[in-house]
């Protein structure tokens, strides 16, 4: 048995979904997961006070895990790449039992948060993706009935009154959390590429995504607003830059909420996935508002490490370098193709995003065929042969390339999502470190306007 004590302290009030949020007793957590048949390498991931922590598995399968002081929680596991919701409460300990195999788990509970557990992790019915084909009105009867049956089957248990009264809250943005997707999914299931949503569909994701200070503690709730700015900041326009509109998402932010802790949340998730993904350039301001809203001092030195790594690949400054095998086990640097511009797609055979733009990627090869431009494919794949097989089935050019395993020049260039793209000049010199997709017909015009100059 290997035994986990972690020091850390959350908050000491959990908010419940009365007029006020209501103290609770942190209690020291004690968590006992034995695993029947544990798989060699395999880690356990546990959500602790909302941060995933991976822990090593002994040949006896017992793992047993130790924190002080925590309030009751909604948590989750992660074993043989399967997640399971889980709930957590100091006191008396909690007792969790994995049997059966890795693609057929069993999991019996004991102790402390028993009946708990065993409700979350019967089913909760979802709202079915064919509702996103009805109109507005039809879509919010049917996410009520849905939720009606959830709260009916929760009702019918015999729960903890708090755990039902912050349930009943957590329901309803379970059910109405993919609301976020209405637009997208009714546009595809009606093939009505022009369908924009009514005047009722803003209505209520504004009043789901009001300020509740009572909820602010429930990740269900906050992950809802965050997909609630993107889309009210983003209604009446289209085809906005990114950082056009992470403008609008900010306003709308510091416009619609005052909770600090839920302006930390949401400040924290705009700029800094869009400081990741762009760096903050001399956006001056961004680097003001996050340090303005955001107080986590592990947050704010990720932040500015981040903001640090981005400064180094501003354009003009020299690349950072690769030297992959190709295909045939043979090596290819960036040295090596000095002379002519680079423009770099970092993908996966996993990535139907990334394959959805080979074709448009192998359009751009022949479109430019003897002008001086390279197009050089790099490969996240841990496994090399989906790889081959990927080359195989979508008939690529260029320079393919695996990494292997060696992130060096992924984690240089802050790639935090495939597929990336990336233009260098004939000296390996920074053009754009997120150059726009080969399906942007942009990327033709900016490549050709740089051969033209050059």
Request: with cysteine.
């Given at each position: 048995?290997?035994?986990?004590?972690?020091?850390?302290?959350?908050?000491?009030?959990?908010?419940?979904?009365?007029?006020?949020?209501?103290?609770?007793?942190?209690?020291?957590?004690?968590?006992?997961?034995?695993?029947?048949?544990?798989?060699?390498?395999?880690?356990?991931?546990?959500?602790?006070?909302?941060?995933?922590?991976?822990?090593?598995?002994?040949?006896?399968?017992?793992?047993?895990?130790?924190?002080?002081?925590?309030?009751?929680?909604?948590?989750?596991?992660?074993?043989?790449?399967?997640?399971?919701?889980?709930?957590?409460?100091?006191?008396?300990?909690?007792?969790?039992?994995?049997?059966?195999?890795?693609?057929?788990?069993?999991?019996?509970?004991?102790?402390?948060?028993?009946?708990?557990?065993?409700?979350?992790?019967?089913?909760?019915?979802?709202?079915?993706?064919?509702?996103?084909l009805r109109d507005e009105e039809e879509l919010k009867k049917e996410s009520e009935k849905v939720l009606a049956r959830n709260i009916k089957n929760l009702e019918g248990k015999s729960l903890p009154e708090d755990f039902v009264k912050t349930e009943k809250e957590r329901l309803r943005y379970y059910v109405y959390g993919s609301w976020n997707t209405y637009r997208m999914n009714h546009r595809w299931m009606a093939g009505d590429e022009n369908f924009e949503p009514s005047e009722v569909y803003y209505a209520t994701m504004r009043e789901l995504a009001k300020e509740n200070t009572n909820l602010v503690g429930l990740k269900a709730y906050r992950r809802f607003v965050q997909k609630a700015v993107e889309i009210m900041a983003g209604k009446g326009v289209s085809d906005m830059t990114p950082d056009k509109l992470l403008e609008r998402e900010v306003k709308y932010i510091i416009d619609n909420y005052k909770d600090s802790t839920l302006l930390s949340d949401l400040i924290h998730h705009y700029i800094f996935d869009y400081v990741s993904d762009h760096g903050a350039g001399e956006k001056e301001e961004l680097v003001t508002y996050y340090k303005q809203y955001v107080k986590d001092k592990k947050l704010l030195e990720d932040f500015d490490q981040v903001c640090a790594t981005w400064s180094r690949l501003k354009p003009g400054d020299p690349s950072p370098e690769f030297n992959f095998a190709d295909a045939k086990g043979d090596f290819v640097s960036l040295e090596s193709l000095r002379g002519k511009f680079v423009y770099i797609d970092l993908w996966a055979s996993w990535c139907g995003p990334c394959r959805r733009e080979i074709p448009y990627l192998k359009a751009l090869e022949k479109k430019f065929e003897g002008k001086p431009i390279t197009f050089v494919s790099i490969s996240c794949d841990n496994d090399a042969e989906a790889w081959r097989k990927a080359m195989k089935e979508e008939n690529v050019s260029g320079i393919q390339l695996h990494m292997n395993g060696d992130l060096a020049f992924a984690k240089a260039y802050v790639v935090s999502g495939i597929p990336r793209f990336i233009l260098l000049d004939k000296e390996g010199r920074i053009v754009d470190a997120h150059m726009t997709m080969p399906s942007d017909p942009n990327t033709e015009k900016t490549l050709q306007s740089f051969l033209e100059m050059k």
């Open positions: 048995m290997r035994i986990y004590l972690f020091f850390l302290l959350f908050a000491a009030a959990v908010w419940g979904c009365g007029d006020t949020p209501k103290k609770v007793e942190l209690k020291d957590l004690v968590f006992k997961c034995t695993i029947s048949e544990p798989q060699e390498g395999e880690k356990l991931l546990v959500t602790i006070n909302e941060r995933e922590q991976a822990f090593d598995v002994p040949a006896n399968g017992i793992v047993e895990i130790k924190v002080p002081r925590i309030a009751p929680q909604y948590s989750g596991i992660t074993y043989g790449r399967k997640y399971y919701p889980l709930y957590l409460a100091g006191g008396e300990p909690v007792i969790m039992e994995f049997s059966g195999n890795a693609t057929n788990w069993k999991r019996t509970f004991s102790g402390n948060c028993k009946e708990i557990n065993e409700y979350l992790s019967s089913a909760i019915a979802p709202l079915e993706s064919s509702s996103f």
